[in-house]
């Protein structure tokens, strides 16, 4: 596949309608009028875990469409109130007119509460996720995003207009499939959520992608910085539909299209 350079005067400047979402989302940012929401949550904030057990015997189904024409589908089962775990799978060219390269391996997941929150302290959750995110480069053998490895995870319920979300976590990348040492370094992030409402809820990811400075086609020390929009799509129904605008900073030199579309949904048993 050929790839394509980000020339350095395209580094500096966002689309006119990625700075119109922005602007949407920190105005709706501050204001909500109720506080439940929890089924706009899901395994991960846009690219990294959320540290969240999901509801006992319950089954979420999560997939992401992303440029150019992939499909990544992930499944998890919240066992009880302390673990969660699950499968995903996908490949590059599914939808589209191209060749077809389903990823070699399934991705695996698995999260730990550790410690409860309480009203002084976060709750603290322990897992792996061996699952990358966008295109996959054979020539590099890892995914356009890596995949966050093992994890520990600190978040925090606020009350504010409704219910604020802040998480913090660190992460040393590794897939237990694809042995490339130079990306197992530590990493960390921190997030930020807001609900509107039980109808919407707004995302705002920040990696500091320390693992990911390396390759000549990746990461420029910038950093990647998500926002992500979940939208509950029926009042009776558990499927929502999320919108996410990745790598605002492009930190990633590869031309890749920055916007993915989801569609969720979970039942319990």
């Not at 596949?1 to 006119?16: N, R």
């Not at 606020?158 to 042995?179: A, C, H, Q, T, Y």
Request: aromatic residues 22%.
């Amino acid at each position: 596949m050929k790839k394509k350079i980000i020339t350095h005067s395209k580094l500096k400047f966002l689309t006119k309608i990625e700075i119109k979402l922005i602007i949407i989302f920190f105005t709706f940012f501050s204001f909500s009028y109720s506080q439940h929401y929890t089924e706009l949550l899901s395994k991960r904030i846009v690219d990294k875990p959320l540290g969240l057990i999901s509801e006992a015997n319950c089954i979420y189904l999560n997939s992401e469409i992303f440029f150019p024409g992939g499909l990544l589908i992930e499944t998890y089962y919240g066992a009880n109130d302390w673990f969660t775990f699950g499968l995903s799978f996908g490949g590059n060219n599914i939808v589209g007119y191209n060749k077809i390269y389903f990823n070699e391996y399934p991705g695996l997941y698995s999260i730990f509460e550790i410690f409860k929150e309480t009203s002084t302290y976060p709750s603290i959750c322990l897992g792996f996720d061996t699952q990358g995110y966008g295109y996959y480069y054979d020539k590099y053998n890892r995914y356009q995003i890596l995949p966050p490895g093992i994890f520990v995870t600190f978040s925090k319920f606020l009350d504010w207009n409704g219910k604020v979300i802040i998480s913090f976590g660190i992460n040393r990348s590794i897939n237990f499939f694809e042995k490339v040492d130079k990306y197992r370094k530590l990493n960390s992030y921190f997030a930020i959520q807001k609900n509107i409402g039980n109808w919407f809820l707004f995302d705002f990811e920040y990696d500091f992608a320390f693992n990911d400075n390396i390759d000549e086609y990746f990461g420029q020390s910038k950093g990647y910085l998500n926002l992500g929009i979940t939208l509950r799509l029926f009042n009776d129904k558990n499927m929502n539909f999320k919108f996410n605008l990745k790598d605002l900073l492009r930190n990633s030199r590869i031309d890749g299209k920055n916007r993915t579309l989801g569609i969720s949904y979970f039942w319990s048993l």
